[in-house]
């Protein structure tokens, strides 16, 4: 409970703190009448009590009442016409789920969304906005932090704004006395200050300067928006430890123990972020994980302009090729020509922001940001006005405007071509920023690569890459090598020269890599290199094999690994059933390919094991797909398998998991 409240009157040690003393005549006084006498002291004692303690609630309702003018509108348009809209007239409610496993992902966006669009609705546990701290039935551990995640410009931002509408407007969450919203973009402002937690708070909220907030009388509720757009260095490994709201410590140290809950550990903590950069907050810092999804319509005219003319595009590159070419004549439609001098000039810039930006993993731009690429930012604001599906301004709730691609992709299509570009024209690689490079470029000198070797450099790049925040930039390049996509940009970018270019040496390349016993993950990028690349030879050798009579009793290479994996990933068929006994033979005993297809087998609904003669080190392998993705099996068989007690003890671990939502076992 909060300690006693500090009068606005004189010490009760000072006799002036007290009612005028009341004086007795001589002689006895009878109970009743000393009780009556009592009972007057302590009633002017409650009013001057009642009078103070009114502080707080009033403070309470100033700071509702400020939040729910601050979140009640939208506004959309450029800064020069931003149209107000109430929230509550146009807001829809997002599709949120509990994720499967409760574990964080780094797995890229793009290929989030393509695992997701083979799941079932019925594998989801659907949670109401308001609801994102309250138990399932089944959970007994109380919510303290939630982590959403969901890719760019799904609505995670205005959900935190609807949240604290709803909260501010006295419908939901009222047992939530304060809610702080604090977005990252705001606090990247303030990264190399050192100040405590109370005073950031007074900073951004003045009016809960008379609040008592570590008194535990209060429950509040921080929301950190946007941990992609984070510029701070979050140590989560630190030893540093942080509990007094008083203390003043750097912003990377205050927020790690408020996640970690050694700051305010009775507060509740909402972080939103895009999956990409979901992994910077370990798991036992979570106690939920929830997923963002809508219905995507953004390339609906896209494809339909390209069906209708015969020209589907078969790669990704083709496809945000076809998407940056359509925006850029949409915005001819806005006057833009008018308001942009050069087309041209502006998307290169925008690319070499993308690229610059992408390295070094930072997803939200400010004003120096763009200054450094040489972009205008008055123009800037018009081009993000007009194009504002490739690249969008926004204003932050409490401080100036940010910049950003709504979509991750984008900017990462963007970064490949000015990557492209830099080779074409001034043969640059972009990777090398060394200072001799710096020098050969101010005196125009032409620069010894090819571009096999900004490929090669890119392959390597990527592979290094912890997050795989390059896989997709590596996709978009290698596929802007090809003619065709070329051509595509000949008429929107006048001057990037053509370059004609032999492809098997990055195709050797690139399999050369497959067979060096990468992950799983990048192995199967490595393969849609190669379809950007329109090479599937490799492919078409395991397709053969899938169907020949003697699977199982081949010895397959690290490399003819990786493809089945990636064949039987993108076959809805294996996903549906996978029969491991096809795999199990002279060659590949079952332990060997529960190891090799783990990435296979968490994607499977029905998985078939009889007869397979399991070990337990095959018992390690299955368990162990089966943790990362526990909701997604129905059906197991391992029937006739002599599997040992310490086998049987780990597949009971995943039966006990509260998200297993198996069927049937055998």
């Known amino acids: 409970m909060r300690s006693d409240p500090e009068f606005s009157c004189v010490s009760m040690k000072s006799d002036a703190s007290m009612p005028h003393p009341l004086h007795f005549n001589s002689g006895y006084t009878r109970p009743d009448v000393r009780y009556k006498i009592y009972f007057k002291i302590i009633c002017q004692f409650n009013v001057r009590l009642f009078f103070n303690d009114s502080k707080p609630h009033e403070v309470l309702r100033t700071f509702k009442s400020n939040l729910r003018k601050k979140f009640e509108c939208l506004c959309e348009g450029t800064s020069d016409e931003r149209n107000p809209t109430l929230l509550n007239e146009i807001y829809t409610e997002l599709y ?39 138990a399932l039935p089944a959970q007994d551990k109380p919510i303290r932090s939630v982590l959403t995640k969901g890719v760019a410009g799904i609505g995670k931002t205005v959900s935190v704004q609807k949240f604290i509408l709803d909260w501010a407007e006295g419908k939901e969450n009222q047992d939530v006395h304060l809610i702080f919203p604090l977005p990252f973009r705001e606090i990247n402002l303030m990264k190399n200050q050192t100040l405590s937690l109370l005073h950031l708070l007074h900073l951004f909220f003045p009016e809960t300067k008379e609040l008592e907030i570590s008194s535990g009388e209060y429950k509040v509720l921080f929301i950190f928006d946007g941990l992609d757009e984070c510029r701070v260095s979050l140590d989560f490994h630190s030893s540093v430890r942080l509990c007094d709201v008083s203390e003043s410590a750097s912003v990377d140290v205050m927020l790690t123990n408020l996640m970690k809950g050694n700051l305010l550990p009775s507060a509740l903590i909402w972080i939103t972020s895009r999956p990409a950069a979901a992994d910077l907050i370990p798991s036992e810092c979570v106690d939920r994980v929830t997923e963002c ?29 076809h998407f940056l070419i359509i925006q850029t004549n949409i915005k001819h439609q806005k006057d833009y020509e008018k308001k942009v001098k050069n087309d041209e ?64 992709s984008i900017q990462e299509h963007l970064a490949a071509l000015y990557a492209h570009i830099s080779f074409t024209n001034n043969k640059r690689n972009v990777f090398d920023q060394s200072p001799e490079m710096a020098v050969k470029q101010t005196k125009n000198e032409k620069l010894p690569v090819s571009l096999s070797e900004l490929h090669q450099r890119a392959v390597d790049e990527a592979l290094q890459s912890k997050n795989g925040h390059l896989d997709l930039f590596l996709r978009f390049l290698l596929g802007l090598s090809l003619e065709s996509n070329q051509i595509l940009l000949q008429d929107l970018l006048t001057h990037m020269r053509r370059c004609s270019y032999k492809k098997e040496d990055i195709v050797k390349y690139i399999k050369q890599k497959i067979s060096e016993n990468l992950s ?34 081949s010895k397959l290479s690290s490399s003819q690994w990786s493809a089945l994996v990636f064949v039987l990933l993108m076959s809805d068929q294996y996903l549906d059933e996978l029969d491991l006994n096809k ?42 797909a089966l943790r990362s993705n526990p909701s997604h099996l129905r059906h197991l068989d391992l029937s006739d398998n ?5 086998g049987v003890k780990l597949i009971s671990t995943v039966l006990e998991n509260p998200h297993c939502k198996l069927e049937t076992l055998k």
């Open 96 to 134: 949120i789920t509990e994720s499967e496993s409760g574990e964080i992902s780094n797995e890229h966006e793009v290929r989030q969304i393509e695992t997701q669009s083979r799941r079932t609705a019925t594998e989801d546990t659907p949670i109401k906005c308001n609801d994102i701290f309250k």
């Open 293 to 321: 999804w809508i219905s995507a319509t953004v390339l609906e005219r896209m494809l339909s302009e390209a069906e209708s003319e015969g020209e589907i595009p078969k790669t990704l590159t083709q496809m945000y090729t």
């Open 345 to 408: 000039d502006m998307i290169f810039k925008l690319a070499k922001l993308s690229f610059e930006q992408l390295v070094k993993g930072n997803l939200i731009f400010y004003d120096e940001d763009l200054r450094e690429c040489g972009i205008d930012v008055a123009e800037a604001s018009v081009y993000s006005g007009l194009c504002t599906q490739i690249f969008r301004e926004e204003f932050g709730l409490y401080q100036g405007k940010v910049y950003c691609f709504v979509h991750l």
């Open 520 to 553: 799983p993950e990048k192995s199967i990028n490595l393969f849609h290199c190669l379809n950007e690349l329109d090479d599937d030879s490799l492919l078409q050798e395991i397709q053969h094999y899938v169907k020949s009579e003697s699977v199982g009793r």
């Open 583 to 624: 795999f199990i033979g002279d060659k590949n005993t079952a332990d060997e390919v529960l190891v090799k297809l783990k990435l296979v087998i968490k994607e499977s609904r029905k998985l078939k094991l009889s007869q397979c003669k399991i070990t337990d080190e095959g018992c390690v392998a299955l368990t162990s």
């Open 642 to 646: 002599n599997v040992g007690d310490s």
